[in-house]
């Protein structure tokens, strides 16, 4: 439990609700992969005002799970902002897609869902 995400600002802000807790589980299983499918599309086809929209979308939810990878999606979002058509960000969007495909597996199985 809790080896691709962390539960301590969760619980922090749910006052260690743990109903509370379990819904903020699962809106991030049901929203984050859309969002990230999202960002791999644009990514891919160099759509940088949607990677932008979508990496400033993700960061806080990655923030809050504490996924590890917040300055990677903060380098995606500057990417795709002020469209860094000379920056490779293969190493640090591959890292983020792990990242959160890890931490959505491991909250669906923690959780049940």
């Known amino acids: 439990m809790e080896r691709h995400y962390k539960l301590y600002r ?3 802000l ?12 699962m809106t991030f299983i049901e929203e984050v992969p859309e969002d990230l499918d999202l ?6 086809t160099k759509d940088y005002n949607t990677s932008y929209q979508m990496a400033h979308k993700l960061k806080p939810t990655v923030d809050l799970f504490e996924l ?11 990417w795709g ?10 190493p640090q969007f ?20």
């Open 10 to 12: 969760v619980r922090e």
């Open 14 to 25: 749910a006052d260690n609700d743990e109903d509370f807790v379990k819904a903020l589980a």
């Open 39 to 44: 960002l791999i599309t644009a990514v891919n």
């Open 68 to 78: 590890g990878i917040l300055d990677d999606i903060i380098e995606i979002q500057d």
């Open 81 to 90: 902002k002020f469209e860094k058509t000379d920056l490779d960000i293969t």
């Open 94 to 113: 591959n890292k983020v897609v792990t990242a959160i495909e890890q931490a959505v597996s491991e909250i669906k199985s923690d959780f049940s869902l």
